[in-house]
């Protein structure tokens, strides 16, 4: 039986659980890019001048981000940044889908492609709330 004496947990506390989360998985996207930038290089769309530049620069910008995060002066705009890194990213994902480009480790399955659009909102969601630039759907009605 459920114990209706519980609290839920807090906003903040959410926001510092989602930016614990996404720190860590900007932070470890980050690395993979500058320790293995061939896969994402070849999912970069052919109107990128450089992809591999891009790739290492997308790579530093994952780490800034996910560092950002804690930094609460810095925090906003880090996040802000990560949302618009999650929306200018997704055109690479969408080559990698519908030009099914093998990169070896990733499938090229809908299995793999569909959850990852699907995802893509949460981030730039995620990315927006754990900074607190936005309360949707957890503000409290007045």
Do not use: D, Q
């Given at each position: 039986m459920r114990n209706l004496n519980m609290k839920s947990p807090s906003v903040e506390t959410l926001r510092i659980i989602a930016r614990l989360a996404l720190s860590a998985f900007y932070f470890a996207?980050?690395?993979l890019h500058?320790?293995?930038p061939d896969g994402f290089v070849l999912i970069v769309p052919s109107f990128v001048p450089w992809p591999a530049d891009v790739v290492w620069l997308?790579?530093?910008?994952?780490?800034?981000?996910?560092?950002?995060l804690?930094?609460?002066?810095?925090?906003?705009?880090?996040?802000?940044g990560l949302a618009l890194y999650a929306?200018?990213?997704?055109?690479?994902?969408i080559n990698h889908a519908f030009n099914h480009i093998d990169v070896g480790v990733v499938p090229d399955?809908?299995?793999?492609?569909?959850?990852r659009f699907a995802l893509q909102p949460v981030l730039v969601w995620s990315a927006l709330f754990c900074a607190g630039a936005i309360d949707w759907p957890l503000r409290h009605r007045r």
């Open positions: 996207a980050g690395m500058l320790r293995s997308t790579g530093w910008r994952e780490i800034v981000g996910a560092i950002g804690f930094i609460p002066h810095f925090r906003k705009a880090a996040a802000v929306v200018c990213v997704f055109p690479a994902n399955s809908w299995w793999y492609h569909a959850p």
